[in-house]
């Protein structure tokens, strides 16, 4: 049972800190090199690599390798998981007394 808690966690996570609600909404115009997510935040890559592992593992964000970078973007399903997540979560119970 603590293992749903602990992936829904995970989501939220992943989105209260400054810098990682910068990154999504980089990655709302679609796929970003890390090189460009570097050049935008004006972050060192050790933060950067913080940053991403946090959105990676919440399931919101995805990666691909190519060469010597990684490519990150927004995961449609993680993206779908957080937000019906939010509204189960969120949703006032009516009381039958």
Same mark, same amino acid.
Request: charged residues 25%.
């Given at each position: 049972?603590?293992?749903?808690?602990?992936?829904? *966690?995970?989501?939220?996570? *992943?989105?209260?800190?400054?810098?990682?609600?910068?990154?999504?909404?980089?990655?709302?115009?679609?796929?970003?090199?890390?090189?460009?997510?570097?050049?935008?935040?004006?972050?060192?890559? !050790?933060?950067? !690599?913080?940053?991403?592992?946090?959105?990676?593992?919440?399931?919101?964000? *995805?990666?691909?390798?190519?060469?010597?970078?990684?490519?990150?973007s927004i995961d449609?399903?993680? !993206?779908?998981? *957080?937000?019906?997540?939010?509204?189960?979560?969120?949703?006032?119970?009516? !009381?039958?007394?």
């Amino acid at each position: 049972m603590n293992n749903i808690y602990e992936e829904n *966690a995970r989501v939220f996570k *992943a989105l209260c800190d400054v810098n990682r609600l910068k990154i999504l909404e980089l990655l709302q115009s679609g796929e970003k090199c890390a090189c460009i997510l570097l050049e935008k935040m004006n972050i060192s890559q !050790s933060t950067l !690599s913080h940053h991403m592992k946090i959105l990676c593992d919440s399931g919101i964000v *995805a990666y691909r390798k190519e060469g010597k970078w990684t490519h990150y973007s927004i995961d449609r399903k993680g !993206s779908l998981y *957080a937000v019906e997540l939010l509204k189960h979560l969120t949703k006032i119970q009516e !009381s039958n007394e």
